[in-house]
């Protein structure tokens, strides 16, 4: 079998990376590369993973925001709404020169 056509295999029905492809198949990274921008469903290839990646990349985000970040809203009371307000009024009254 040619290398071409396991990369090929590799990357399109393994969903290889072509960092991965390379050290299994010993060949270069940018020979692989430039063997699959001649390919015309690399593109197509290269865009749904693109997707997929941006996908799992907003999840993960949204996931770690429920986890880490504080419910900054849940006591809102007169007593926060006035140090928020004192504060506020503090920076804008700052002098500026």
């Given at each position: 079998m040619?290398?071409?056509?396991r ?11 072509i960092?991965?492809?390379?050290r299994?198949?010993s060949?270069?990274e ?5 063997y699959?921008k001649?390919?015309p469903e690399?593109?197509k290839?290269k865009e ?8 799992k990349?907003k999840e993960?985000?949204k996931?770690?925001?429920k986890?880490n970040r504080?419910d900054?809203y849940?006591?809102?009371n ?5 140090r928020?307000?004192?504060?506020a009024?503090?920076?804008?009254s700052a002098e500026?020169y």
């Amino acid at each position: 079998m040619l290398w071409q056509e396991r990369a090929k295999a590799l990357f399109f029905m393994e969903k290889k990376s072509i960092k991965e492809i390379s050290r299994i198949i010993s060949k270069s990274e940018k020979t692989i590369q430039n063997y699959f921008k001649k390919l015309p469903e690399y593109k197509k290839e290269k865009e749904k993973r693109k997707r997929a990646n941006r996908q799992k990349r907003k999840e993960y985000q949204k996931q770690w925001d429920k986890e880490n970040r504080e419910d900054r809203y849940h006591c809102i009371n007169g007593e926060s709404l006035k140090r928020e307000h004192d504060v506020a009024a503090r920076i804008l009254s700052a002098e500026r020169y």
